[in-house]
């Protein structure tokens, strides 16, 4: 028997009931999600509700943007359905402040609203989460000998940190495909962990989002039905990775061998590298220019490698893979002291930036992508074909 404390709320079951339990949980929000998005791709088409083409735009037809709604339902409507067997009444702040994301989201696709005042309604969700449920961050696990906060300060780091990961996620939804890959590579790095450090809320919650977030993907690389996540999709999914991280960082995740000696903190920083680099620089390239670090641009990363060439999907796994690999770099110094690890990850990001924004990376990986391809010669008197390499392929 498995027992699983949910919320400070046990349920038992054996491993197969639990498997399918899983398995049901993964499988609703599958379904619901791509049930919705038609359905919403139709409706924003009839009524007009496609986002106006600007200079910011890197698609020259007018696409819905209200993926969200179907990730949201499918969350949303997953969870209540099986609350019975997730219950307690922490779930239920948790789908109240989900639900300030979605519609501040779905605002701000629909009508636009600044900044400053997204930023204040996330804070209100973040707030009223956190002052409920007590789910903080406690310290920083020796980071600049700081081990444990005071409630106060905790509660005030934990706000930031839900705005500052929200919006550092939906920064990085520019290109098709990107952010949906990105969510679905961190979700299942966390849930693999909560699993193994039996945390088994977060993990069929990882599952559930991930299930929510595979059926808009397909609609999101379709050319026939293509639909954008639009901020209602990046506010909501950007809330659950979070929560997922605060919890993660709360784990002792030494105790799983591979991990032994490791830091959560390390882990979920490599984690999250590239919306946190692409954030820090876009924000100096703004001050530096003297404008709003809010005002929007065509400068950040996933811009350049557009402009260096590389496809959408090229862009997505890059990033994916580059996730995967900053997670694998953590191995490597993980006996180093906390602040020493964190100076390793920044020099590494310093690094990405520098060959991010200089180096010909689209050149590169043309060549590498490239294949020698065999010509067949005329008959020789023999009968014999003889084949060559095309030496120009090969250096092109």
């Not at 088409?45 to 200079?55: D, E, F, H, S, V």
């Not at 984690?271 to 001050?287: A, E, K, Q």
């Amino acid at each position: 028997m498995i027992m699983i404390n949910i919320f400070n709320s046990s349920i038992s079951f054996n491993v197969e009931q639990g498997l399918i339990f899983v398995f049901v949980a993964f499988l609703v929000a599958m379904i619901i999600s791509y049930l919705s998005h038609p359905i919403v791709i139709k409706v924003s088409n009839l009524k007009g509700l496609l986002p106006q083409i600007n200079n910011r735009s890197i698609h020259v037809n007018k696409t819905p943007s209200l993926g969200g709604i179907g990730i949201f339902l499918a969350l949303n409507l997953t969870i209540t359905f099986l609350g019975n067997y997730l219950g307690n009444y922490k779930l239920l702040i948790f789908l109240g402040s989900l639900t300030i994301m979605f519609f501040v989201g779905l605002v701000d696709d629909l009508i636009t609203i600044s900044a400053k005042s997204k930023i204040v309604f996330q804070v209100i969700a973040a707030s009223y989460f956190i002052l409920i449920t007590n789910v903080k961050i406690e310290g920083l696990q020796g980071l600049f000998g700081i081990y444990e906060f005071p409630y106060f300060i905790s509660v005030i780091v934990t706000i930031i940190f839900f705005v500052v990961l929200i919006n550092a996620y939906n920064l990085i939804d520019g290109v098709d495909g990107l952010a949906g890959c990105f969510a679905i590579v961190i979700s299942l790095f966390f849930g693999s962990l909560f699993y193994l450090t039996r945390n088994y809320f977060m993990f069929v919650l990882s599952v559930i989002l991930i299930g929510a977030i595979i059926p808009f993907l397909i609609y999101n690389f379709s050319k026939k039905n293509k639909i954008f996540m639009g901020d209602t999709g990046s506010m909501t999914i950007g809330f659950v990775l979070a929560y997922q991280a605060i919890n993660f960082i709360s784990t002792d995740i030494s105790e799983i061998t591979m991990f032994a000696n490791s830091k959560s903190l390390i882990c979920f920083l490599a984690l999250f590298s590239f919306p946190l680099i692409d954030t820090m620089r876009i924000f100096y390239i703004r001050l530096k220019a003297g404008v709003s670090p809010f005002k929007a641009d065509k400068n950040h990363l996933h811009h350049v490698l557009l402009s260096k060439g590389f496809k959408h999907a090229e862009i997505s796994l890059i990033v994916c893979a580059y996730t995967i690999l900053m997670v694998l770099s953590t191995f490597v110094f993980k006996e180093l002291a906390i602040i020493k690890q964190v100076v390793i990850l920044g020099i590494i990001w310093l690094l990405t930036v520098t060959v991010i924004d200089n180096l010909k990376l689209d050149v590169l990986f043309k060549n590498l992508k490239s294949k020698s391809k065999v010509i067949d010669l005329p008959d020789t008197a023999n009968n014999k074909k003889d084949t060559i390499f095309n030496l120009n392929e090969l250096v092109s």
